[in-house]
């Protein structure tokens, strides 16, 4: 759950930035983004059902197609990650964090130096340390997340007609594929696979679970929205926007740094996944590599200060045509998986071109400056 787009920062803020004209719909675009992103939930499923291992989504496509074209995947995804750790930090300190609380815009570079800091510290504790925090942060937000429901409602009540297009159809359909893009870090914790008690039904029985738990918080979140004035969902996090409207100081500033700890926990999952692939590749201990990716991270933080304000815009793009061509790879691959167990059906080859189409319109988002974050 804390992986799969960290449910209080896309319910409250990645979701109502997105709605735009398409506000009118929210339910149905929340609704529509967790129907269009199912077709890849499965085909990691079915994945699982034979492999749970250190290499991850790696380990899928090295099992499909051989090693030579997995470690291409690998090296993709690990370009899109290690990007991806470099510039939130900086987007925490300069963007999130100052939009609940003014108050740190003088503190934003120690804070940048402390928060991947306090991120690296938790990676390398023990692992069962790491899982609760990680599992206290999730259930944190589904709480605020609640809060978030309850105020929405109140404020804007339970409109039925945001399950319904309004305006153009097109403008509805393309929010709810960009909507549906926002679930795919969901794929972080099959890197952890390998170490989970219970094995392959453990693994596809908790990730279907998350992932459906925060795709239903979503739609919660969203369909009041409908109703809600255009203003309140265009300022960074938009939940934030929304109590201050409402005269809930403490609950805005709940959610700021909800959302802010929602961001960081998804980060530590990238961290817990990033160290997980590379000792499948090298088979080099944990530990160590765990210890080398902490000061790579920590490094590459501290020397984003250089240009903070810029290298979020600056990263971002090439984080995230990485990342689709990643995980194109890995559904493109999939039918192959199949036909090796013996099993492939027409429903494989309609799920391949489900995901395929997919992670080709993140590539397009990403490559054509609609960038869906």
């Not at 300069?94 to 503190?107: C, E, K, S, T, W």
């Not at 059906?345 to 799920?351: C, E």
Request: glycine content about 10%.
């Amino acid at each position: 759950m804390a992986a799969t787009g960290g449910p209080l920062y896309l319910s409250g803020s990645l979701l109502p930035g997105l709605l735009g004209e398409a506000a009118p719909s929210a339910g149905l675009v929340a609704v529509l983004g967790a129907a269009m992103f199912a077709p890849t939930l499965l085909i990691w499923l079915r994945y699982s059902e034979e492999i749970v291992s250190a290499g991850g989504l790696y380990a899928f496509v090295e099992s499909a197609v051989g090693h030579k074209v997995a470690l291409v995947q690998a090296a993709l995804w690990l370009v899109s990650y290690g990007l991806y750790l470099s510039y939130t930090v900086a987007y925490i300190c300069y963007d999130l964090l100052p939009a609940a609380f003014p108050g740190v815009l003088p503190f934003r570079a120690a804070l940048q130096l402390a928060i991947p800091l306090a991120l690296a510290a938790l990676a390398l504790a023990p692992i069962r340390w790491s899982m609760t925090a990680l599992a206290s942060v999730a259930a944190a937000q589904v709480v605020l997340v609640a809060a978030l429901v309850w105020l929405s409602v109140g404020h804007f009540g339970a409109p039925a007609g945001a399950f319904v297009g309004h305006g153009e159809p097109v403008a509805v359909a393309v929010t709810g594929a960009n909507t549906s893009l926002l679930f795919i870090c969901a794929s972080l914790p099959l890197f952890l696979a390998g170490e989970v008690r219970g094995g392959s039904p453990a693994v596809r029985s908790g990730l279907a679970a998350g992932v459906a738990t925060v795709a239903g918080l979503a739609v919660l979140a969203a369909f009041p929205l409908s109703a809600s004035a255009p203003r309140l969902l265009s300022g960074e996090v938009a939940g934030v926007t929304i109590a201050d409207s409402a005269g809930m100081p403490l609950l805005a500033g709940l959610l700021g740094v909800g959302t802010a700890a929602s961001v960081a926990a998804v980060m530590t999952a990238e961290f817990l996944a990033v160290t997980r692939l590379v000792h499948a590749l090298t088979n080099a201990p944990l530990r160590r590599i765990s210890r080398v990716v902490a000061l790579t991270f920590v490094a590459a933080s501290a020397a984003s200060l250089i240009d903070a304000d810029h290298v979020y815009d600056a990263l971002l793009r090439p984080s995230l045509v990485a990342l689709w061509l990643a995980q194109l790879v890995v559904v493109a691959t999939y039918p192959k998986f199949a036909a090796k167990n013996g099993r492939l059906r027409a429903g494989d080859l309609l799920l391949t071109g489900a995901g395929v189409a997919l992670m080709a319109y993140g590539l397009y988002s990403a490559t054509s400056g609609s960038l869906a974050t």
